[in-house]
Structures are given as C-alpha cells and as structure tokens.
C-alpha cells in the first residue's frame, strides 16, 4: 500500500505543480480512520455523528457553517437576508436560489424540486426522520421554479435557518428516493449506503460498520477539486489505535475523534509523523445537580421526581461550594490537554452568547468550606463528615463508563472529601445510560443519583433550544416515560419566563444579551449545572496531508474538496 | 448411531426454538434502547417517532413472531431468488437492522469472510501448535520442555487479548513497522503482492489469537496424556515391545483425545462468532466486532440473528463432539 | 485402588503430603501463593497508603502524578498521583477473592452438571440442551439484565461490599461453568464403560458411591486444568464487568482493572501494565503447579513411584 501511494505520489509530482493548481484525482488516495464505523450514508436516518460526518462528503446542504461559526452558502448563489428579499420581512419565509447549472454526481441538473422533496421525505410522519425537529416549523416547502426554493414558516421564525443549513440536512436526489418516502425509508438499502450527490466525492464501496470506499465525484462544481482521485473511511478499533494509525505507524492520513490522554498526545506528536487538531464547539463536560430526591427509600414513580425536594441539594450553598472545590485546570491537564478548556457556562460559544463568568476558574477550598460552615453544615461528630438537623452531607456520583470521567470523578471526590463531603462513585455502561430505557434505573434522566457528570451540545450557533431544555415542563417524570431534558428537575417562573422572552426577541445582540442571562440563572447563580471543560473535537492528521480545517459548528470536516498530499 | 443422529437433530429443532425464544427476551429485557447511540441533540418526540419506525414498540411476541417468520421463511425464500433469480420473496420484509438499516444478512455476508479467515487460521495454528506441544509436555514431563510450555501458556492464557494486541501494535506495527497495525477488508488477493500483503496484515491478530488457543489447547492435551500415560495398557503396549511412536500416537493419544475434543468442539463456534476484542484492535471488524456493536445500540434483529446462528453451531458441534466421542471410545454407547 | 496396593504404615493424608512435598514446582507454587497471600493481606498492614488517596492540593498533585518506582513508593505512582503498590494491594484482595470463589462456583456447579449428564443416561439430554442454552447466551444482556434485577436488592441485604462481590462471583460462575461441564460428562461417559466401573457397579455400588469413589477422582486430571485457567479467566472477567457498572465503584482497584487502564499508557508507562499482568500470570502459574502436585499426590498410581 504504501509503495503504492508512494508511487502515485511521485506520478502526482510530476504532473501537479502546488496544490493551488492542483488537478482534479492527481493526489491519489486519502485514507480516514474514524473509531466509530459508518452505518449507514443517509443522516436523515440516523444522527450519529460518524454517519453524517461521512455523508458530509456526498451530499451536501443548501449552505453551512465556516469554522468561525458564520453561516456559508455552499449550493445557494448567496444567503438570504431580510435585506436581499430571501428572509420576508414579517419573517415567515425564507427563499433560497440554487448555482445554476449545479448537477448530481450521475450527471443530471439539481433542481429546487429535489429541495422541495427532500422536505417531504423528512416531514413523513411514518419515516421516523432523526432531523424532523429542524423541519417542525416548516409549513410547506414549494419549487418556485427549477432555481427557486420558497420555505413558508408556520409563523415567524427568529431563526429561519434550520432546515438545510448545516451537514446534518443535505438535500436528497429526488429520483433516487422517491420510492423511500415514509414507512419505506429504512427499507431503501441501496439508496441509504450510497446516496447520489452533488459532493466532491460519490460512494463506490460500502460495507456497513467497517469500510467507506468514494471517489472523486466527475461533475463537482469545482473542476479542478478534489485534489484527491479516491477516499477510503475505516471503521472501528479504539480513539488510542487510531491516533497511533495516524501519528505513529502512517498507515493512515486523518483520524477523527481520538481524544486521548494529555501524556499520549504529548508522545505521538514528538514522534513527528502528524499533528492533532482541534476545535471548539458547544460542547461542556458537566455536573449536573438533581434538584429532588433520589432516596431509594422513596416509593418507585415518587423517587426522583418534584414531590419531593432534595435535601442536601436544594440548598443553593452546598451547590456553590461543590462548584468552588473543583479545580478545572487541572481536570483538564488530566484528562484533555489540548483538547479542552476550563469553563463556567453551559453556553461557551459562539462567543456573542458565552457569558463573561469566570468566577469558578480558581478553586477555592477554604471559600467552600467556608460557604458550608455558614450554610449550617458542620461536622459535628468529629467523622470528617459534615451534617446539618441529622443529615449527613453525602453524595452519589454517577457518570458513563469512561477512563477521563473514571479520572475525573476520583480528582472530584478528593476535592469534595477535602471540605467534609463523602462521595459515593458509580460508573454506568454509556448504552444504559444514554439509552432512556423507562425501565432501566441507570439512566441519566431518571437519575437515581444526587449529581451525575456527563458532555452536551446543541447544534447549530443558536442556543434558544438548548437553553429551552431547562424550563419547568421539560422535566423527566414518570408521566412522560422519563423523556424530558431539564434531568435536575430544575423550575424557576423566572426563567421561564425569561425563555419567552428569548422566543419573541428577533434582534440579535437581545437575543445574545437574555441567552447570557438564562446561562447565568443555571450557572452562576445557582449552580443547577456545574460546568467544568469546554471540549473540542480532538482529531489527529497527518504532515503529508495539507488543507485540514476543522470545523466545530458544522460537520467536522467541511472542506474535503481542498485536501491535497503534501510533498 | 444413525437413529441416534437423527433423534438428535429432531430435538434440536425444539432446543433451538426455546433458545431463540430465552435469546429474544432475554435481550429485548435488558436496559438500553436502540437511542442510546443518537446525541443528546436529538428532542425526546424525534426519538420516539424513530422508535416507532424501526417497529421497536410493538409488543414483544409480536416481534418474536415476526422475527421467527424473517428467519425461517422470509431469508431462505430470499436467499433462493438471489441463488436462481426468481421474485418469490419480492415485498417481504427481510431482517433489517436497527443501526444501518441494511438486512443483518447481507451484513453476516459481509463480515463472514474476515472472521473466517483471521480466527479460523488462528484456531487452526493453535491447534496445530497445542497438540505437540501438549503431547512433547506429558511425554517429558518436568523435562525444560515441559516447564517452558507451562510457563508461556499459562502467560499466554492470563495476559489478556486487549493487553497482547496492543503490546504487539506497539513492538511490530509501530516501532519495527514489519505489520500494519489495520486490517484492510476491502483487499482482494489476486496475485502474490497481494497474498503477502494478506499475509502480513493477519499476521499480528492471529498470533494474538493463536497464543490465547494454543494455550488452552495444550493444557488439556498435556493433562490428558498424562493421565493416560500411567495406564496399565501402556505398560502392556510397551510390554509387547511396541515402539514408543505407536504407543504415543495410536493408543495414548487416542485415548486422550475425548477433553480435547470437547474443548475444540466448544471453540469451533466461537470462530463464527468472532473474537471480539482482538477483532476490536485491530479492527479486523469481523462478526466480533459486529455482535458487539449491536449490543451496545440495542440492535436487537442483528444481535437475535447472530447469537441464534452462533447457537445452531453450539448445538450442531455438541452432537459432533458426541459423535467422534463414539469413533475415539467405541465402547461410549448412546442408544 | 489402593486396595491392591500394601497396606502402608503411614495414613493416606499424610503419604498425600509427602508426595505433594517432593513435587518440587508444588511446592515453589505453594510458597508463590502464600507469598502473594501475604502481599495482599498482611501487605496493607506494612505498607499504610490510602489506595484511593489523592492529593486534595491540585499543584501538589500534579507533581506526584506518573511517578517512576521510588522509595516513596515503591512502584510508582498512577496518572493521579495514587500509590501503586497501595493499589496493588488492595486491588490483589478482590482480585484473588474474585478469582478463586468464581472459579470454584463455576467448577462446583461445570462437575455437577457433568457428571450428571455423563452418568445419568435420562439426565444427559436436558441437562447438556441446558448447558447449550448458556453457551449460547449473548454474555453482555445477560450481565446487564443480572445487575438491573439484583445489584440493588443484594446490596440492600449484605451491604454494596458483600452485595457486589456475591454478584460478580455468581456471575462469573454461572456463566463459565458451561465448558467444564461438557469437559466432565466426556470423560464420565468414557469412564463409566471402563473395566473397574463395570466391576464396581456388578457388586451392586450405590451410584453416589460410585460416583465419589470411582468417576470423581479419575476426573480430577482436566477439571484441574479447567480451575487454573478458571482463575485468570475470572479475574480478567472481573475487569470486564465493571464496564457494564456490574463491578466494584469506578475509584476501586482490581488488577483486571489496573491493567485494563495500564494498556493505554503502554509506551509511556510500560510498569503500569507489568505489575498487574505479573501479579495475575504468577497467581495463575502457582495455583496451576500446586494443582500438577495436587494431581500427582492424589493419584495412588504415582504415589508409590
């Protein structure tokens, strides 16, 4: 293999002078390693990150995201404002114009009708479409003519760009999935692992969880890209084996996702083969705080829920003085490195919604232990335990099964045991956790447990969504199956009512200004939420590769088509 | 013996129905949701409408019985219009699954080749290792021969996959750079480049496998022989002035046999199954890999799939192993 | 079948010693183990570090983290700081505990079933449709399904210590005992045709006689075989299980889980991985030589040798 790129490599040099000029296919091939295999090419279908990012590479959406978080178009002429006519002015609809002369990869002319069909394959109520909540706003979504899409909002959106914005809803060949709407979606294997698109490269190969094979795609809109004449993604193994497949025994040119430890980023970078790569999104490791009571003493459907407060958490102090223990640099000279930043917001980025709090970067442990001694927790049994009115300050700690969160949570612990807290740990399998079995107790929204730690993001720059997971009748509850997203049972009138505040605004610096606001009432303030690293996506690439840009708001990879072989 | 065959492969097809029922439950029952794998991102509504697609919320003997039809009528008819081009099985639902939405058997098909080639080979060679091995350990027992083996096997069986794997990426694929450390699936062998380039992307998997077997293997041959060895029929052979071949080979050995036997007809299976943690590192992404996958999403038609095909051959390779039971021993009866 | 042999001034327990004594790897075995024992039990007593202790003071800390062996501590410490040898220790109890009573329960109940199925005709065909029903069994949901049902409860009467232990040793147990079962009905099936069985039972031996008398201790030679590699396997499965949250909490040693650990800073930290795979291989390699003594000193045959 290597020989043989070897000799491509030469052949190319010939050829191809710098990558600026580069040719279409002179480059050979480019080989991707992603820990987690591709299932399946079609991210209507699913939402796991590898899918779509492998998709990403075959169909493309109406516009994106550059790496600083501003929206790009890719197959629209230009983005639609208020200002150009494409937003309306009473903001319910949003008109887009496709490139003319913009054509699929087998050749024919992608039209708005293609636009229009790809929002009714997501909006079948029977197709289970993983994007659908992009697409609930949407009224009807009508060609106006072969370059014309016209979007009509149920009723004024703040946001309009939702729908074809971004890697996760790219616009689907209506004559290859006509025959995949609704019930029928899951059944179209072919037209699921090897879409048509208008991206640089199309599926030649794929074999389910394991291999990805593309090539370059011959009617891109870009004649002299990609610089690449074919692409393979493998699947599978581990983040450790594949940053060692990149940065130390060369097999391959571009790992994704391999967050490992600081010490064996250290060693692979000085082996000099490769570099890592980061950005940063949205995503915070977190604590979160459960705001009732998850005694095991309490009956089943009652633990857990509103009835009943919690004892030890529902004061404001023990929460601040958990927060104040915590040494987030150190959590992530520990656990990250280059691959996350200290942080006090549930909203880091974009940086007009990031909140200026940085009151928990310095630990404070006196201050904790203080802020417990006035709060009327003190040891008064001489245990090394705090307690007030007979009840013990003590804690479980529950997180997935994960050697950083397994790291994090023994760091947390001493911390915690250091101002007279005792700490239970429990570590749960991230299926169990994540899966939202209503009949499992170890999942994350029923949370049996007094504070958990666990990553989440929203997608997209607008954190409305996001910050709307926390209002009172979003909490999970045996009513709902245990569904809802506000997991600490947190519920405060006032920021509810700051959240319709935050729906009705459509200025942005108000938008950015209540959004801080509501971050402050979950962090600062209260410390509901706990937030300790900013992570990045870590990924680790090659020095014979050149052109990577990673992306943290759009699919990570946004630029394939500029990749070139470094000689 | 033939009736005894025939009486056992009819039992069989109530054991394996009752198998596949315990399975079915069984995985249906444990926690987890065929969500687990989507982000957080994802509204909880979304997510109950995937659900629904995917048909995770029919009741239970609803998708046992459906799952049951797919296999046993649905898949062969398929598998019959795919072998003559007929269209008896055009509109049926195949055995779709969950996490790629593609039918389990195509992948099966998929994934077939790789772990035949790398646990097969590596079940083979530890076989083929074992056997001398353990015979050469009991013949000299104590001897430096004896203590050598005892000491790697015993090494080999407790250090486990995922600790040898790694070690052997490190020292071969990183620092000698003799092996890849990936096993690259799409490469077909059609000349000698190609076959040595199979070769040597095999190589570090199946030496981790074959150790881990060999080890076993060579422990139960080597106890075997021994208890043999003090038999008075081997003194009698001896006696007779056969020579020490003979009586190694045709009676010793023979009579030896049964454990061993039992323990390679225990392991035959597993190498349809895969080796999950060695396929894992070196991302051989064989049925190991894929069983695991689909447990860990939930899968539930790919992970019913599997483990009933796995439990068919635990079943087919039990009456094996009782058969050649009868062959080394003819006095075992069972009728 | 000893009765053919002359009757001997000394009892039969202590020939059985004699012989054990002079079986040289036995008896380096014993003393191996014992050692190990010791290290484990008596060691936490010597040595007085707090496995799980962690230096509150952040800066402080990261100074004592990745230590190499010293006389602080004497190998070294982990990516937090923690003292190895104190985790060794610690880890070396549960382990060993873990590893030998699963080993037992799975050997106990892979004996039982065996040599019923092996002796008892009308018995072979459920009881070995039983043992293929476990084999088949996909590990992973069965283990989550044991936690979901009885980590709670059995913590709840015998305390999470007890709790836990009980249920990752009768998981252990009961999902290995499989192999040794079809091992043991083999050779009862081929040894209940043997001359002196057929002998035993024309003088009308009762089958539980026969069975403990006769079958069991020409069995012994590969259930041995199966406990030795039943111990590593246990304490590797150990490890295994705390993946699944079915283990001991996440902040608690094992030497599955130090080497688990230990294998993603191979080349930084080769000695994180070696302590724990030397202690699990030599644990195994002694009770595997005290069981080659064992055999040696049971079986009459080479006794008298």
Redesign the interface.
């Given at each position: 293999?290597k020989l043989k790129t070897a000799l491509l490599g030469a052949v190319a040099a010939l050829v191809a002078a710098p990558a600026a000029w580069a040719e279409r296919g002179t480059d050979g091939e480019v080989k991707l390693?992603f820990p987690q295999?591709v299932?399946?090419l079609?991210p209507y279908?699913?939402?796991?990150?590898k899918d779509v990012l492998a998709a990403g590479f075959v169909i493309e959406p109406l516009a994106g995201y550059d790496t600083e978080g501003n929206r790009v178009a890719r197959l629209v002429t230009e983005l639609p404002t208020v200002e150009n006519g494409g937003i309306s002015a009473d903001l319910t609809s949003i008109t887009w114009k496709l490139i003319p002369g913009l054509m699929w990869s087998d050749g024919s002319p992608v039209t708005a009708a293609d636009v229009a069909f790809t929002a009714q394959y997501c909006m079948d109520?029977?197709?289970?479409?993983?994007q659908?909540?992009k697409f609930a706003n949407i009224d009807k979504v009508e060609a106006v003519d072969d370059q014309t899409v016209k979007i009509t909002f149920k009723g004024p959106q703040s946001n309009p760009f939702q729908a074809f914005v971004g890697g996760q809803t790219p616009i689907l060949q209506k004559a290859q999935f006509e025959a995949c709407l609704g019930?029928a979606?899951?059944?179209c294997?072919a037209q699921?692992?090897g879409p048509i698109g208008t991206g640089p490269f199309r599926v030649t190969?794929f074999?389910?969880?394991?291999?990805v094979?593309m090539e370059a795609n011959p009617n891109y809109r870009d004649p002299a890209k990609p610089a690449f004449a074919t692409l393979?993604i493998?699947?599978?193994?581990?983040a450790?084996?594949s940053a060692?497949?990149v940065m130390?025994?060369g097999?391959?040119d571009y790992a994704w996702n391999t967050q490992?430890?600081p010490?064996?980023q250290a060693?692979m970078t000085a082996a000099g083969k490769g570099q890592f790569v980061v950005a940063f999104g949205t995503l915070v490791e977190r604590i979160e705080t459960n705001l009732t009571d998850p005694s095991?003493d309490l009956a089943e459907g009652e633990r857990s829920t509103a009835k009943h407060p919690h004892p030890i958490l529902s004061d404001v102090n023990v929460r601040l003085a958990l927060s104040k223990a915590i040494?987030r640099?150190?959590l992530v000279?520990?656990g990250y490195g280059a691959g996350g930043k200290p942080t006090c917001n549930l909203v880091p980025a974009p940086a007009m919604f990031a909140s200026d709090n940085t009151d928990c970067l310095t630990?404070d442990?006196e201050g904790a232990k203080k802020l417990l001694e006035d709060a009327g927790w003190v040891d008064s049994d001489g245990d090394g335990i705090r307690e007030k009115d007979g009840k013990k300050l003590s804690l479980l700690y529950q997180t997935t099964?994960n050697?950083i969160r397994?790291?994090f949570?023994?760091?947390i612990?001493?911390?915690w045991?250091?101002i007279g807290i005792e700490v239970?740990?429990?570590?749960?399998?991230?299926?169990?956790?994540?899966?939202?079995?209503a009949?499992?107790?170890?999942?994350f929204q029923k949370f049996y447990a007094d504070v958990e730690m666990y990553a989440?993001?929203?997608?997209g720059t607008d954190p409305e969504?996001y910050l709307a997971e926390h209002a009172c009748d979003q909490a999970p509850s045996p009513e709902?199956q245990w569904?809802?997203?506000n997991i600490n049972r947190f519920c405060d009138p006032a920021y509810d009512a700051a959240l319709k505040e935050l729906t009705a605004a459509t200025d942005p610096a108000k938008r950015a200004e209540i959004a801080i606001k509501l971050n402050d009432m979950l962090t600062k303030d209260s410390k509901v939420i706990i937030p300790l690293v900013h992570r990045g996506t870590l990924s680790a690439h090659s020095n014979a590769l050149g052109g990577v840009a990673i992306n943290a708001w759009d699919n990570e990879i946004t630029n394939i088509e500029d990749w070139y072989r470094v000689k | 013996m033939f009736t005894f065959i025939v009486r056992r492969l009819l039992l069989a097809i109530p054991t394996l129905l009752l198998i596949s029922l315990v399975i079915f439950l069984l995985v249906d029952?444990a926690?987890?949701?065929p969500?687990?794998?989507?982000?957080?991102?994802?509204?909880?509504d979304?997510?109950?409408?995937?659900?629904?697609?995917?048909g995770a919320n029919e009741p239970v003997w609803w998708r046992y019985l459906l799952w049951l039809r797919q296999f046993f009528w649905v898949e062969p008819l398929h598998l019959w219009d795919h072998l003559f081009g007929t269209a008896f099985a055009e509109g049926q639902?195949r055995i779709?699954?969950w996490?790629?939405?593609?039918?389990v058997f195509?992948?099966i098909a998929?994934?077939v080749p790789q772990t035949l080639t790398v646990v097969g080979t590596a079940y083979l060679f530890g076989v083929l290792i074992a056997l001398p091995i353990g015979i050469w350990s009991a013949y000299r027992q104590y001897s430096w021969f004896d203590q050598l083996g005892t000491f790697i096997s015993m090494v080999g069986y407790s250090v486990p996959t995922f600790f040898t794997g790694?070690l052997l990426?490190v020292i071969f694929?990183?620092n000698l750079?003799w092996f890849?450390?990936?096993y690259?699936?799409?490469l077909k062998v059609t000349d000698w480049a190609s076959f040595w380039?199979q070769v040597r992307q095999m190589a570090l998997p199946v030496t981790v496998l074959a150790l881990f077997n060999a080890a076993e293997i060579s422990r139960y041959t080597r106890s075997a022989m021994l208890e043999n060895l003090g038999q008075d029929y081997v003194r009698t052979a001896r006696a007779k002035g056969m020579s020490e071949r003979t009586v190694l080979l045709k009676h010793v050995l023979r009579n030896s046999l049964i454990p061993v036997v039992t323990v390679i007809a225990l392991g035959l299976p597993t190498v349809f199954g895969g080796a999950i943690i060695t396929?894992?590192?070196?991302?051989?992404?064989g049925i190991g890999?894929?069983l695991i996958?689909a447990?860990?999403?939930?899968d539930l038609p790919m992970v019913q799939t599997l483990t009933f095909i796995f439990a068919v051959l635990i079943v087919l390779f039990n009456l094996i192993a009782d058969i050649l039971y009868g062959v080394l021993d003819p006095r075992i009866r069972y009728d | 079948m000893t009765d053919s042999a002359i009757p001997k001034p000394v009892s039969q327990s202590r020939a059985v010693w004699q012989q054990f004594r002079s079986h040289r790897g036995a008896m380096a075995g014993l003393v191996i183990l014992g050692l190990l024992l010791a290290f484990v039990l008596v060691g936490p007593l010597i040595w007085r570090v707090d496995p799980?202790?962690?230096?509150?003071d952040?800066a402080a800390?990261?100074k004592a983290?990745?230590k190499p062996p010293s006389w602080a501590s004497p190998l070294g410490t982990d990516?937090?700081g923690?003292d190895m040898l104190a985790r060794m220790m610690a880890g070396g109890k549960v382990s060993m505990a873990v590893g030998m009573v699963a080993m037992a329960i799975s050997i106990l109940l892979g004996t039982f079933v065996g040599v019923l199925a092996g002796y008892f005709r009308r018995l072979d065909g459920p009881l070995m449709r039983l043992t293929d029903l476990f084999l088949a069994l996909p590990l992973l949901p069965l283990l989550?399904v044991m936690v979901?049902l009885f980590r709670?409860t059995l913590a709840?009467i015998l305390g999470p210590e007890l709790g836990t232990f009980l249920l990752i040793v009768f998981a252990i147990g009961v999902t290995s005992w499989m192999q040794s079962a079809r091992i043991v009905r083999g050779e009862v099936l081929a040894l209940k045709e043997r001359e002196f069985v057929l002998a035993a039972r024309s003088i009308g031996t009762p089958p539980s006689r026969m069975i403990l008398r006769h079958i069991l201790p020409n069995v012994m030679s590969p259930i041995m075989v199966a406990a030795t590699l039943g111990i590593a396997s246990a304490i590797i499965t150990e490890s295994a299980l705390?993946?699944?949250?079915l283990g001991f909490?996440?902040?608690f040693p094992t030497w599955g889980r130090l080497l688990f650990?230990g294998v993603?800073?191979l080349?930084?930290y080769p000695e994180r991985v070696i302590w724990p795979g030397l202690a699990i291989s030599l644990t195994v390699l002694s009770v595997n030589y005290i069981g080659d003594g064992l055999r040696d000193a049971l079986d009459p045959r080479i006794r008298g040798r």
């Open positions: 293999m390693t295999a299932s399946i079609n279908l699913t939402d796991g990150t109520p029977a197709g289970g479409c993983a659908s909540a019930a979606a899951p059944t294997t699921n692992s190969g074999t389910v969880n394991d291999t094979q393979v493998k699947g599978g193994g581990d450790i084996g060692r497949a130390e025994t097999e391959f490992i430890p010490d064996a060693q095991a040494d640099n150190t000279e520990v630990q442990l099964v050697p397994q790291d949570q023994a760091l612990k001493s911390w045991n250091e239970e740990l429990k570590s749960i399998d991230p299926g169990v956790f994540f899966g939202g079995d009949g499992s107790p170890d999942t989440n993001n929203f997608s969504a709902n569904q809802g997203p | 029952f926690p987890g949701s969500m687990s794998e989507i982000p957080l991102t994802v509204p909880p979304v997510r109950q409408k995937i659900i629904e697609s995917l639902q779709v699954s996490q790629s939405r593609s039918p195509d992948v998929q994934r790694v990426i694929a990183v750079h890849p450390s990936t690259d699936t799409t380039q396929e894992q590192v070196f991302k051989v992404n890999a894929a996958g447990i860990h999403a939930n | 799980a202790y962690i230096n509150p952040a800390m990261i983290r990745n990516q937090l923690r989550l979901m709670d709840g705390s993946f699944l949250g909490p996440p902040d650990d993603d800073y080349t930084q």
